[in-house]
């Protein structure tokens, strides 16, 4: 009796074990499935390979977007136009003052004043929100729209 109880406990011992076996071998397939390596260490060190590979496209690909983040700064963020009339009396708002500025502060604003025998055009250099040339009111105007 003692020995029977003692083959049912081994058999039982053997079943667990085999199937515990079986799950390691199933998960170890898993591991393996993107190629057959010839061991566990040369998988690890696959992966570690191509986790050192994500992290050097990562960093490249912060760089590149801190590039463009640069680049973009530079670009013109907003333009803003106001139609005036400067002869009250006369026409209509055919003259205007627009601004094209960056995220900076630097740009230009253009402006024109039409009269029914010419039409000048000014060209206002402006660095950090600020121009060295004198603004008319509405070039003021257009610009402040932008700080």
């Known amino acids: 009796m003692t020995s029977t109880i003692m083959y049912v406990f081994l058999g039982a011992a053997i079943i667990v074990l085999a199937l515990w ?7 170890l397939a898993r591991i393996f499935r993107s190629g057959k ?25 912060m760089r590149r977007i801190e590039d463009l983040h ?5 670009k013109i963020g907003t333009a803003r136009t106001l ?6 009396g006369t026409g209509g708002n055919h003259s205007f003052a627009s601004a094209f500025i960056d995220e900076e502060g630097d740009g230009v604003v253009i402006s024109t004043l039409y009269s029914r025998e010419k039409v000048s055009v000014f060209a206002k250099p402006i660095r950090k929100g600020k121009s060295e ?9 257009v610009l402040a729209d932008h700080r």
């Not at 640069?70 to 530079?74: A, L, P």
């Open 21 to 27: 076996v079986l799950l390691l071998e199933i998960r």
């Open 37 to 61: 390596p010839v061991s566990l260490e040369e998988e690890l060190a696959a992966r570690k390979r191509d986790a050192e590979q994500a992290r050097a496209n990562i960093a490249l690909a």
């Open 70 to 74: 640069q680049r973009v700064k530079k």
């Open 83 to 88: 139609r005036f009339n400067p002869f009250q």
């Open 133 to 141: 040339i004198e603004l008319t009111e509405e070039e003021r105007e």
